[in-house]
């Protein structure tokens, strides 16, 4: 099979930027991992930045094919409402088991996420990156949807941005103790749980 360099690239690239963190990796090093010169990067890239832009785009494409996957819409607040109610309390315990073990055991995903975690304080694009995946950017999208449920009669009445944070921090905690917790397994069926007591606590039709 012919050797995919620029592949090799961006996947090296994204585990020595998750363990040393961007600004601690420099073009040498890059090179090294994947095993060739450092010239021969410069075929494939500018330098690190368009590694780094690369590695975020394709980031955004697989989350999207993984929303798809899982028949998620992304951007449409109505549709995704719209989603939410016709499912039943154990289908979206599913949908969120898959996205926990797709942040926490899918390589790429994994690793970009570390690499976050890493350079957020350093580097205020990557913060920004980081806010938008797994802080403020889901807090803001789960309350819009969250906002609709009620406004459609299938939430009891309550804050919109209260019962998102209700609901998604157990998630982003979960997700965090992940790489250190031994017992990950308990994982699994806490967020089931989470997902239909938070259910049953709010909505006004429960389906499980």
Known sequence: MKRNTKEEILMESLRLFAYSGYSGVTMRDIAEKVGIRQSSLYKHFTGKQEIFDSIVERMDAEYKAKLDKIKLVHDDSDKRAEQYIKKTLSSMADIGEALFQYWTQDEYASLFRKMLIVEQYHNSDLAAIYDKY?????????????????????????????????????FYLMIAAYDTEKDNASFKELMREHVKSFGKSHAVFVEE
């Open 134 to 170: 797994f802080l403020s950017g889901v807090v803001d999208f789960q309350a819009m949807i969250i906002s609709h449920l009620i406004e459609k009669g299938f939430f009891k009445q309550g804050n919109p941005r209260l019962l998102a944070i209700e609901f998604y921090g157990p």
